[in-house]
């Protein structure tokens, strides 16, 4: 009974965890605006189109409050996002795309994103669409290239 407990115990301490499974977490020199500067580069350099940047530390502090550095960058392409909303209409509330840049509490920077396969599973896309794999290999390299170092 005591090692049921104790495995039980262990699951739901562990069941948080498992929903981080679904962000990509890359590490990043420089500060958030540098890096956020070098994923929009990036971004319009492979042709896609960047809709938005959005400062979540300036909006804090607009409000009188306060959050480490940190910026959304909203991006995306037809040519990807397009058969995934026709596979599934639904898609549409989870594209464009979105990559976070923030500073963690020890002061390191990264870029974090929502694995696009489970993304879009959980909208109803279908797993075997090949744009799934293209928006992996974009995000894979948007985000190395905007990580520096």
Not at 18 to 36: F, K, M
Not at 81 to 110: F, H, N, R, Y
């Amino acid at each position: 009974m005591k090692h049921a407990i104790a495995a039980l115990a262990l699951t739901l301490a562990a069941t948080p965890a498992l929903a981080d499974d679904d962000i990509i977490n890359v590490e990043a020199t420089g500060s958030v605006a540098e890096v956020a500067d070098r994923l929009v580069a990036a971004i319009e350099g492979a042709g896609a189109t960047v809709f938005a940047r959005v400062d979540h530390a300036g909006g804090a502090e607009s409000a009188g409050m306060e959050l480490a550095p940190m910026e959304l960058v909203i991006f995306g392409n037809p040519t990807l996002g397009t058969p995934a909303i026709q596979s599934s209409p639904m898609a549409g509330l989870v594209l464009p795309m979105k990559v976070l840049v923030w500073e963690d509490a020890q002061g390191a920077v990264k870029l974090s994103y929502e694995d696009p396969e489970e993304m879009l599973d959980e909208v109803g896309v279908d797993d075997d669409l090949e744009v799934i794999v293209q928006m992996e290999g974009a995000l894979k390299k948007l985000t190395g290239a905007a990580a520096g170092g």
